[in-house]
């Protein structure tokens, strides 16, 4: 496989409680390889979860057409990247639309593998917009040990499976009151009223 670039927009910490963890992760940031290049881009004030993701994709769209998003609380599978790049260049993404944005336009489906490909750690209610989920689903989520990954793809087998969906649409979904919260925690964050 190819190796990739990737990008750490680290955000500057936004009261002196964050020091100690922003420096913990700068000395983590100086050790990490395996990728072709590494660039941390270190904000010089905070700029908060949203305005940093933001800048960063402006950022890496001026000199990328595309790029994979990840947050600070997965763990990935051998695969994941794999998976990913032989995933975008099979669908041909590369517009500067929204994923699902492009699915709808497009006409596309999702794709979701038989075996997790990333175990996420932000439900713990520490996570930006994540919630909180008792469960520890997710923290002990088996995933892919493979190293590699081939989309076996064809017309046939691109069915719906409505097991399938209903599984998703039954874990996925969300009550009134936890939207309610992660909507009110979003609307708290985004005005700068939670966090400080």
């Known amino acids: 496989m190819r190796k990739k670039q990737i990008y750490i927009?680290?955000?500057?910490?936004?009261?002196?409680?964050?020091?100690e963890g922003y420096n913990k992760i700068n000395r983590y940031l100086e050790k990490v390889e395996g990728f072709k290049t590494v660039t941390v881009v270190k904000r010089d004030k905070n700029f908060g979860v949203f305005e940093n993701f933001k800048e960063a994709r402006r950022e890496i769209f001026n000199i990328n057409d595309r790029f994979i998003l990840s947050e600070d609380d997965n763990y990935y599978s051998p695969n994941f990247l794999d998976y990913i790049n032989k995933g975008l260049d099979k669908f041909n993404i590369t517009d500067d639309t929204l994923f699902c944005m492009n699915m709808v336009k497009n006409d596309l489906v999702c794709v979701f593998p038989v075996m997790s490909k990333v175990r996420n750690y932000g439900l713990d209610g520490t996570g930006e917009h994540g919630g909180f989920i008792q469960s520890d689903i997710y923290r002990s989520q088996l995933i892919d040990p493979a190293t590699t990954f081939n989309f076996e793809l064809s017309n046939k087998g691109m069915d719906e499976s409505k097991e399938i969906s209903m599984l998703l649409r039954k874990h996925f979904g969300q009550s009134k009151k936890s939207r309610l919260f992660t909507f009110f925690k979003y609307i708290l964050f985004k005005f700068r009223l939670l966090y400080r």
Do not use: G
Not at 9 to 19: E, G, V
């Open 9 to 19: 927009a680290l955000d500057y910490p936004l009261n002196k409680s964050h020091w």
